[in-house]
């Protein structure tokens, strides 16, 4: 039988990328693709822009080799842009700029733009950065405005100005893949850390339950058995029943600890249910308290919310077994179609016995493990003496 445990609350899954940006891989690095389409484009750019040399006339001028080197260092930039994206987008930059400058259109710079993206989304954030690229732009510019005439200016001012717009687009598309991948993995931290604190208080609250209850059941009983007068028959059953409360916790925390761990192959016994709550009234009732049960309805109880009602009444038991010892105390459970209903009552503490002080612990475990069901809980005094407790637990329609 499976471990029954408490309703994960709603809203708890892991967000996934948006759908508008899971075309954009914000992982870092070179991949196959990355490599084959980069290619592509390198070999596109060198068709485009006149980078493929003319062996017939190569070397008739003296500067014929400068075109095809600057757009071979392009090319290569490009290919290699995801593996070094700060070397090879300043080096697509400065042959690109310098390709403009010389007048053979913007072909360069867009090409700088394409290998300015990985650079963008892999920089770390800081403020000099980005103004690396604007800095080596206005040089340029102040360069060429000294030593050119007025129409050739008006040109070049033109191709690098839509230069400079295509590498801040490819910039700020760069930086928010950054953003929207990290913010998506924080979200997926936390949802992993809230993860992580809801099953350490589940198995909390189960250890608390089981403990908590044996250890009263058991100090109270071995109080009641010191007052015997040495009749050896109320000894040895006092003994008896601190024995069964031992193996019954013992197989119970056996129970958490195989869950704590994922062991599935481990044979796991039934989980408790209303079906035990004989067992934990008369081991209060060992304890010196008069207790009485009334259930109706419970036989079809889903497995959680039956682990859930055991453990409210256990723990309700356990309150009254410490703060209320002798007392008369009521125990019921009413099933319907769409919720369980719990109530425990006692007395209060007998004249001369003396109450045990808590920690409040046990009732919070209460309350969260009962809000896990979407169901309440409430717990006071009763206004001729003693303590009640009330819980409901919805789990069907209505």
Known sequence: MTEATDPPPSGASAPGPSRHWTALDARPGPTRRRFTVDTAVALLHLLLSGGLPDPHTLGAQPLDWVRPALCAVVAAGIVLRWRWPAASFGAVLAAGLAATVAGWGQMPLA????ALYPLALTAERGPTRPRHGLYLLAGVLVVVAVGSNGAALDGLVRGLGVGSVL???????????RERSVQEARAVAAVAREARVRERLRVAREVHDVVSH?????????????????????????????EAASRQASDELRRVLVSLRGDHDAPLGPQP????????????????????????????????????VHRVVQEALTNAIRHAPGSVCEVTVL???????????????????????????????????????GGTLSAGPLPGGGHRLRARIPFGPG
């Open 273 to 308: 249910g209303p079906a035990d709550l004989e067992a934990l009234v008369a081991t209060a009732g060992s304890t010196g308290i008069t207790c009485r049960l009334r259930t109706e309805g419970t036989g079809a109880l889903p497995p959680a919310v039956a682990v859930s």
């Open 214 to 242: 044996t250890l009263g059941a058991v100090g109270m009983r071995a109080g009641v058995a010191r007052y015997t007068g040495g009749d050896a028959e109320e000894l040895r059953a006092a003994l008896a029943d601190i």
């Open 167 to 177: 590498l801040g687009l490819s910039w700020l598309l760069g930086r928010s893949v």
């Open 111 to 114: 090409a700088a733009a394409w």
């Open 335 to 373: 099933g319907g179609a769409a919720a369980v209903e719990v109530e425990v009552t006692d007395t209060g503490p007998a004249p001369g016995r003396v109450p045990v002080p808590g920690s409040g612990t046990g009732l919070a475990g209460m309350a969260e493990r009962v809000a896990a069901h």
